[in-house]
């Protein structure tokens, strides 16, 4: 069963692929997500473009499991030397926009998924999630569905890890701020510049350094990534603008950073989003230790996923590299594909 599942999965890979699914335009791919579960006589649910189903025996009084990944991709970026949306096998690479990021994990889910569907002796429930608006953490993204899913008790997210354990993931906070000054012509000076005062701010977020540190994501990180100010050469401006990119890690809530952060800068800051923490799971977790037996690592994640929305503990696990996501010509290999349905099973299997 496992083989025809995993050669099942590697051509619904293909078929996903070959339509164009980004953020917010997953209507096609949804629809081949369905048929799946069409043609293994497996009752499904969907809102908008997201696609979901529990197990068989599904019995609500015991715990459950999520299983999540995304089906959305990111538009192609110029550097591709061939057509994304053609799934092509080359010496044992797939390739195709999605593919890697997370086509590959989806499917895997998806096989692992149907071969415990009507297992009847599961000690958990597993509610299997394919959501949409990943990418561009959308209003229709796996958050719109969480208040109508069952109560999940851990989750597993399908991303590329190469199936070693990512057991932390930063969050992402973007900070908008405004540095505030007096405006003035450039001939008579005026020491209250907006510039200067932002130059006084942006040089703390530089060198500010959080007092507690993550064991396994290290130490939150504050990076200035864009600025504005000014309208003409001989004006002093009375406001810059500049915003920050802020990863965060387990050691803090968003709300702790950016009390830190309001607390030491003069700049008025606003934060656009506060939702995407960072996220975890223990490591004497039974997954994680599952997972550790058959000889996989684990590893904190600098990358955001649909795990920064969950409150239970995740772990984000899947086939494929993270190095390749939004890349060129992305591909995965057929083999990570066909080690992603063994190890999810296997691993699930020590648990259940």
Known sequence: MIEQLTKEAIELLQKLISKQSFSGEENETALLIMQWFSDHNIKFESKVHNVWAKNKHFDPSKKTILLNSHHDT????KGYTR????PEIIDGKLYGLGSNDAGGCLVSLLATFTYLYEREDLKYNFVMVASAEEENTGPNSLVSIVPILPQIDFAIVGEPTLMNLAISEKGLMVLNCEAKGTSGHAAHGNADNAIYNAIEDINWFKTY???????????????VTQIGAGSQHNVIPSSCKFVVDVRVTDAYTNQEVFDIVAAHVKSEVCPRSQRLNSSSIPKDHEVVQAGIKLG??????????????????SLKLGPGESLRSHTADEFIYIREIEEGIDLYIKILEQIV
Do not use: H, W
């Not at 990111?74 to 970026?77: L, S």
């Open 83 to 86: 057509d994304p949306l053609l």
């Open 209 to 223: 350094e959080f007092p507690k540190e993550s064991e396994t994501l290290g130490k939150v990180r504050m990076t």
């Open 74 to 77: 990111v538009k192609p970026n």
């Open 296 to 313: 996989r690592e684990t590893y904190g994640s600098p990358t955001i996923s649909d795990q920064a929305i969950l409150t239970c503990p």
